[in-house]
């Protein structure tokens, strides 16, 4: 994977095929990185790079990349490295492709750089639901393997961050409710329905978002027909 610096970052990142530029956001939660597209149904270089120019990156303390624990970070931290990536790239225009976590990073990128999206998918994405200790979890457990690497980091700096990232009111995390109606891309929502992609947080998005279309079956048997609307949908 190639790399590039970022205020004090170092974010690894991957391009396969060429065409139109995707951006794929992975999976894992805090752990989000371009392996995670390995694990899971749908895979965005496999099924895209034939046809575009497909971006994968590992997010800050993820995969191969790095970054100090400052304690003031926030999802708009993950979006700024993420548009800092277009920029080092020289691509002014994208489609975006977001998993799991990666859907509160494409409602960040819609909100801070709409202009810079040409069209969205989210895939179950994660949100809140009676289900924030999960999500706690999830970062205590992501801190607690990296933190012998950042020994920058207090106490106090972890719970900021963990506290900016989980302990907000958003369903959606990075976006308030209000923001869905004022998006003007294109978007398509493959539907989630487990504790950390609650269906609600689909359907949110879904009914939020003016004109977006929603796949409620996508896996398994339902697989293929779901991987054609995707490709159809990201066609120019």
């Given at each position: 994977?190639a790399?590039?610096?970022?205020?004090?970052?170092?974010?690894h990142?991957?391009?396969h095929?060429?065409?139109?530029?995707?951006?794929?956001?992975?999976?894992?939660?805090?752990?989000s990185?371009?392996?995670?597209?390995d694990?899971?149904?749908w895979?965005?270089?496999?099924?895209?790079?034939?046809?575009?120019?497909?971006i994968?990156?590992?997010q800050r303390?993820?995969?191969?990349?790095?970054?100090?624990?400052?304690?003031?970070?926030?999802?708009?931290?993950y979006?700024?490295?993420?548009?800092?990536l277009?920029?080092?790239?020289?691509?002014d225009e994208c489609?975006?492709?977001?998993?799991?976590?990666?859907?509160?990073?494409?409602?960040g990128?819609?909100?801070?750089?709409?202009?810079?999206?040409?069209?969205?998918?989210?895939?179950?994405?994660?949100g809140?639901?009676?289900?924030r200790?999960?999500?706690?979890?999830?970062?205590?457990?992501?801190?607690?393997?990296?933190?012998?690497?950042?020994?920058?980091?207090?106490?106090?700096?972890?719970?900021?961050?963990?506290?900016?990232?989980?302990d907000?009111?958003?369903?959606?995390f990075?976006?308030?409710t209000?923001?869905?109606?004022?998006?003007?891309?294109?978007?398509?929502?493959?539907?989630g329905?487990?504790?950390?992609?609650?269906?609600?947080?689909?359907?949110?998005?879904?009914?939020?978002?003016p004109?977006?279309?929603?796949v409620?079956?996508?896996?398994?048997?339902?697989?293929?027909?779901a991987q054609?609307?995707i490709a159809?949908?990201?066609?120019?």
């Amino acid at each position: 994977m190639a790399t590039f610096d970022r205020d004090g970052a170092t974010l690894h990142y991957d391009e396969h095929g060429t065409g139109f530029p995707v951006l794929a956001l992975a999976p894992g939660g805090m752990r989000s990185a371009a392996r995670f597209w390995d694990q899971v149904p749908w895979h965005p270089v496999t099924q895209l790079a034939g046809s575009h120019r497909v971006i994968v990156m590992d997010q800050r303390n993820a995969g191969a990349s790095t970054a100090p624990v400052t304690g003031t970070e926030s999802w708009a931290t993950y979006t700024a490295d993420q548009l800092a990536l277009l920029d080092h790239l020289g691509v002014d225009e994208c489609a975006v492709v977001g998993m799991c976590i990666g859907g509160p990073f494409v409602l960040g990128l819609l909100q801070a750089a709409p202009e810079r999206v040409a069209r969205a998918v989210v895939i179950q994405s994660i949100g809140l639901d009676g289900n924030r200790d999960t999500f706690h979890e999830m970062f205590d457990l992501w801190a607690g393997g990296i933190g012998a690497d950042h020994p920058e980091a207090s106490p106090a700096a972890w719970a900021a961050y963990r506290s900016a990232m989980y302990d907000v009111d958003h369903p959606l995390f990075s976006v308030p409710t209000s923001f869905l109606p004022t998006v003007t891309a294109p978007v398509l929502v493959l539907q989630g329905d487990d504790v950390h992609h609650p269906l609600s947080a689909s359907r949110l998005i879904a009914d939020g978002v003016p004109g977006a279309t929603y796949v409620e079956r996508w896996k398994d048997d339902a697989l293929p027909a779901a991987q054609r609307r995707i490709a159809d949908f990201l066609s120019p």
